[in-house]
């Protein structure tokens, strides 16, 4: 069993930076890919970067250039660096773990970035 836990969310203008961090814990051995999705009111949950056990990593187009997604496997945590934030960012961003066929999400933490 995998527990992710999620910080680094928070209020920020337009044109602002936030850096989102995950750290797994449980059976980490287990884990290949990583990633963070969104979810935002109204609308369905959305990938927005993957990164797997050897660092290929995968964006979405609106944040490609924006965002950053990194690993620490020592450390089993995955971070997401957003720069220059726009008011469309603002989410529910998730961490996910995948295992295999199974999977686990973190608890969320919102993003909120004003105009």
């Known amino acids: 069993q995998v527990q992710l836990v999620e910080s680094g969310g928070g209020l920020v203008q337009a044109g602002g930076s936030l850096r989102l961090a995950c750290t797994a814990s449980?059976?980490?051995?287990?884990?290949?890919?990583m990633g963070w999705y969104r979810q935002a009111p109204g609308k369905q949950r959305e990938l927005v970067a993957t990164?797997?056990?050897?660092?290929?990593?995968n964006y979405e187009d609106s944040v490609k250039g924006r965002f950053t997604i990194s690993r620490d496997n020592a450390k089993n945590t995955v971070n997401l660096r957003m720069n220059n934030l726009k008011p469309e960012d603002t989410a529910v961003y998730y961490c996910?773990?995948?295992?295999?066929?199974?999977?686990?999400w973190g608890q969320g933490t919102q993003v909120t970035v004003s105009s």
């Open positions: 990164i797997t056990s050897g660092g290929l990593r």
């Open positions: 996910k773990a995948n295992m295999g066929f199974l999977a686990t």
């Open positions: 449980g059976s980490i051995f287990s884990i290949n890919a």
